[in-house]
C-alpha cells in the first residue's frame, strides 16, 4: 500500500542561485528580442530565493503567447539551463500528446484495481517534480507546452494545480507544486496573428511596422483567443500572460550569431587540438535566413537550415581529411543558390 498523505517538503530555498541580475542576463544570451517576458519571470524566482513566495500555490504560472518559432518554448529551456545548468532540467509535458480524453488520463495514471493500472505510471509524479530541480536550486520548471492541443479535460486538471498548487493522483496520492514555476506556452490566436504578420507586400514591410501597435493588437488577439479557449477562473490563476512578437531582421541574424556561436564551441570542445576556425560570408549568412526564417514560421526552421547547409557539409569534409587542424573553414553564397560553397585554407 502507498501512503495516501502528501510528503511534506521544505519551502525554501536551497541555497541561493544566481543573482537576478546575472539570471536576466543569462537567459537574455538565448533568448533575443523578448526582454519583457523575460523580465517578468525574474521577481517570482527572486521571491522564492528570498524565501517569500506564497504557500498553497506555484511560485509562479506564466502564459506564454505569440506566433511561432519567436522563442517561447527556448525561454524555458534557457530558464532552466540558467537556473540549474542543463536546458534539458525541466519537466515537460507536450501536449500535442494529450490530444484524446484518455491520453490526459495518462498524466495522473489510473486509479488502483483499474485495467491497466500497473502498466500507467502516471507523468506528473512528485518523483518526476523533484528530478527536475539540481544541486543548485530545488525549483522545479514544468514546461506544458503548446496547451492548445491538449484535450479539454487537461484544463479541469490544470485548473486545481495553478490554484491550490496540488495535484491527486489515479493512487490517490497528491503531487506538491508550491515548490514549482509552470510555464504554459500557446499560439492560440495564430491564425489571426499571421494575417497580421503576412502584409501585403512581404516580410520587410512588417519589420517596418510600428513595434508598438503591432506588439498591442498580436496581444488582443492572443488575449480573445484565450478567453474562448480558457474560463475566466482559469486565465485568474496565471500570474503573467506574455505576447511574443515576431522577430525582426536584427534579431534573427542575433539568432544565427548564437547557433553559428554554438557550432564554434562545439569544436573547440570536441576537436581540441584538431580544431580549426569557421567564417560565414554576408551572402552565405542572408543563403541561410532566407532558408531558416520566415514571418509565418520565425526562426523555427533555422537550426535545421545550419545543420544541413553548413554543419554537415563540414562534417563531411572533416570526416574525408580536407580540414586540417587550425585551418580556416569559409563558407560563401548568395541568398538565390542553390547551395553554400565551402572550402577549407590551410595556414
Ligand atoms: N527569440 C529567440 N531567441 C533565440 N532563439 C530563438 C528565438 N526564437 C526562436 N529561436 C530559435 O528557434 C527555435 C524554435 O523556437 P521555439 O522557442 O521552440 O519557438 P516557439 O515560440 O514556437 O516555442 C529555438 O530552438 C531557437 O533555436
Ligand atoms: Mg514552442
Known sequence: MRNATPTP??????RS???PNDLLAAMSRQVVGQDGSLESIVP???MYQAGLAPEGRPVGVFLLLGPTGTGKTRTVEALAEAMHGSPKNLLRIDCGEFQM???VAKLI???PGYLGHRETTPLLTQQKLNAATSERSNLSIILFDEIEKAALSLNRLLLGVLDKATLKLGDNTTVNFERSLIF????LGARGMSGELRPDFGFDALVQKPRRNLSRKLESIAMRAVKKRFSPEFVNRVDVISTYLPLDNTALNRILDLLLDDFRRLILHRLGQR???VEVSRGAREFLLKRGTSPEYGARELKRVVHRNLIQPIAAMVAQGLVLPGAIVC???KASDEKLRIEAIPV
Open 17 to 19: 542561485v544566481a543573482a
Open 184 to 187: 504554459l506556452t500557446s499560439n
Open 44 to 46: 517570482y524566482v527572486q
Open 275 to 277: 580544431a580549426f576556425a
Open 9 to 14: 517538503i521544505n519551502l525554501r530555498p536551497k
Open 331 to 333: 563558407a560563401e553564397g
Open 101 to 103: 480524453e484518455h491520453e
Open 109 to 111: 495514471g489510473a486509479p
